[in-house]
């Protein structure tokens, strides 16, 4: 099996783990974590120069015995092949996690967006839908928002998949704007999960939420909505940054204010009051909490040592490497990982999704009100595992996702 560190190396190793404990074989483990299909596309854009640049284009299906595939769409440079499907198989685990009826999946393209206009990255996606278009579908696999993904780049998959059908089929994917299916509560569903599972891990860790300290990596729409929430819910968020850097003000920022600042002046520097950091410092401040909510490989084996918080929600998909996992372990800084803390975005679009299929529509605080508490009992049931003997939180949430998944393969048998 592949162990080559990173995000890949990272998840395989957790499965080991976990299969070891519950007793699985070598070929189940196989099974459990290589992709079951790889879609790789070219897509062909037209700039709005009028020259035509290719573009390389992920879709992984990692596992789909418990359901359609479900995962998101990025747009990034790195969105790579090997860092696809290490996020598809991450979804794996935090559908199982969190008992949604989804296997996995992830899909990537390799690009800058903030180099494209709009149109760019409108015809971007609708080629893309047309090329993976015979592997999704309401019962086949159904894609979401990512990184540098939202409503608008949902619609553009929805209307490309129901023109080729010739009919409208909402249901293809989530997270989608509201006048087309959209569910109540989907866009800020991840920030708040986070803001749920940090309050409960804050209270099984004594540390008083009211009063804690927080830094928030990542302004995009998990860093954003999770720093405003947790302001708003009385903790202290005292650090945010973007892409472009950070800010630090140990008296606590007004979140919304700072979006305002962000939305004006195209980053967070600058805020009035605040102090500038790099993302690399806002890793290291003497806070509480720490909220890696921007991409993968934040917290490292260089600077795990250096992270004063202690208590790390881990808001972005794999933001803690191996190593960096183990020296927090050893630290005894307690970790909330990605598949759980990051989980309320693809439950609010499990949500969404059997919206659709009834055509009956849910109001907000129902959506909140089950997410809420889908989390605070998912967030108990790996706490619970964790104190009945597991290495790590990480651990816990892997062994109960691992299981279940192996029951469904095993179940449902080998075909022919
Ligand atoms: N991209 C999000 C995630 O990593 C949401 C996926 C979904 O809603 O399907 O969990």
Redesign the pocket.
């Known amino acids: 099996m592949a162990n080559d560190g990173g995000l890949w190396g990272g998840a395989c190793r957790c499965v080991d783990r976990a299969a070891a404990r519950i007793g699985l074989d070598k070929a189940m483990v196989d099974r459990l974590t290589q992709p079951e299909r790889v879609i790789k596309v070219k897509i062909p854009v037209r700039r709005d120069s009028g020259d035509l640049e290719l573009f390389d284009g992920y879709r992984v299906q990692h596992n789909g015995a418990r359901g359609p595939y ?3 769409i990025r747009y990034h440079p790195h969105a790579l092949e090997d860092e696809v499907k290490a ?1 598809a198989m991450l ?1 794996t685990w ?1 559908c199982a996690l969190m008992d949604l009826p989804f296997g996995g999946a992830k899909g990537g393209v390799v690009c800058d967006p903030k180099k494209l206009s709009r149109e760019e990255v409108e015809r971007l996606t609708r080629r893309l839908t047309t090329e993976i278009r015979r592997f999704i579908g309401p019962k086949r696999d ?1 894609p ?3 990184v540098s993904t939202g409503p608008e780049v949902m619609a553009w998959v929805m209307d490309t998949y129901s023109m080729h059908e010739g009919y409208t089929v909402p249901e293809v994917v ?2 989608k704007p509201l006048s087309i299916g959209g569910s109540r509560g989907r866009e800020r569903a ?1 920030g708040r999960g986070v803001t749920v599972v940090t309050k409960e891990a804050c209270r099984s860790n004594g540390l008083e939420f009211e009063d804690a300290t927080v830094a928030v990596q990542g302004f995009g729409n998990v860093g954003s909505v999770a720093a405003e929430m947790l302001n708003e819910w009385g903790a202290r968020v005292v650090a945010v940054s973007d892409s472009s850097g950070g800010i630090h003000l140990p008296g606590g920022l007004d979140v919304a204010e700072v979006g305002g600042h962000k939305a004006e002046t195209g980053s967070v520097s600058g805020f009035r009051g605040s102090t500038d950091v790099t993302n690399e410092e806002l890793l290291e401040l003497d806070v509480d909490v720490l909220v890696p909510a921007a991409l993968e490989n934040q917290i490292t084996g260089e600077n795990a040592s250096l992270v004063e918080a202690d208590l790390v929600v881990e808001a972005a ?1 794999g933001p803690t490497t191996p190593e960096a996992d183990e020296i927090l372990g050893e630290r005894g800084i307690t970790l909330v990982p990605d598949i759980l803390a ?2 309320g ?2 439950t609010v ?1 499990y949500f969404e999704w059997v919206q659709n299929i009834e055509n009956y529509w849910w109001d907000v605080d129902r959506v909140n009100s089950e997410l809420d508490e889908i989390m605070t009992r998912k967030f108990r049931e790996v706490r619970d595992v964790y104190e009945s003997g597991e290495e790590d939180m990480r651990m816990a949430a892997y062994r109960i996702a691992v299981e279940k998944v192996a029951n469904a393969v095993r179940d449902r048998g080998l075909w022919p």
């Open positions: 479900k995962g998101g996020l979804m935090k159904i979401a928002p990512d989530t997270g991840t998909n990051n989980a975005g693809v679009s």
